[in-house]
């Protein structure tokens, strides 16, 4: 007898029950972190059972990991490409800003996300701030540091205020 194998219907292909439960633990993480965030809670708005999230997922730590990469994923190439070169900075610093907040209006719970991860105690919320959010940190001060080297930005600017104080008005907005 052959092995019984999973039905995909036209409707949901298997990555998708990936990306809904990926889109509700985005949702509850950024209201209630990792801590209070409820895998029954995630599986009850996707519309399975709980122990299908440990099909995708192998624990809740793994969830939180994957919340965070599907928009960082989206955010990486955009500071990447928008801050590369040596094209005018302030048309630059624009760019990345307006994209960042076209991906924020796409992930309405990014930014509550991020907030919410950055001041996370958890373990997790700090591998993540480490392996996310540093580098892009280091992007943009380089950035600035650059700018400054080259006379377009004042010297007595501290890079990595500048960066934090810009990503919060950001945030902030949303």
């Known amino acids: 007898m052959p092995p019984r194998r999973r039905a995909l219907t036209v409707d949901r292909p298997a990555d998708d029950d990936r990306d809904r439960i990926i889109d509700a633990a985005q949702a509850i993480f950024a209201r209630d972190g990792y801590a209070g ?3 029954q809670e ?3 708005r996707v519309g399975i059972q709980r122990p299908s999230l440990f099909y995708h997922f192998r624990n809740k730590e793994a ?3 994957a919340a965070h990469q599907q928009v960082f994923a989206r955010i990486e190439p955009v500071f990447r490409d928008s801050l590369a070169g040596a094209g005018d900075p302030f048309v630059q610093l624009d760019q990345v800003s307006r994209a960042v907040l076209a991906v924020m209006t ?3 719970d ?3 996300l991020v907030a919410r991860t950055s001041v996370d105690r958890h373990p997790a919320a700090v591998a993540i701030v480490r392996k996310f959010l540093q580098p892009l940190v280091d992007l943009s001060v380089a950035f600035v540091r650059d700018g400054q080297r080259r006379g377009i930005f004042r ?3 501290d890079p990595f205020f500048f960066t934090l104080n810009s990503w ?3 945030l902030m907005y949303f």
């Open 37 to 39: 965030a409820k895998m």
């Open 42 to 44: 995630i599986a009850d």
């Open 63 to 65: 969830l939180f990991v």
């Open 106 to 108: 796409d992930e309405p």
């Open 110 to 112: 990014f930014a509550r």
């Open 155 to 157: 010297g007595d600017i």
């Open 168 to 170: 919060g008005a950001a």
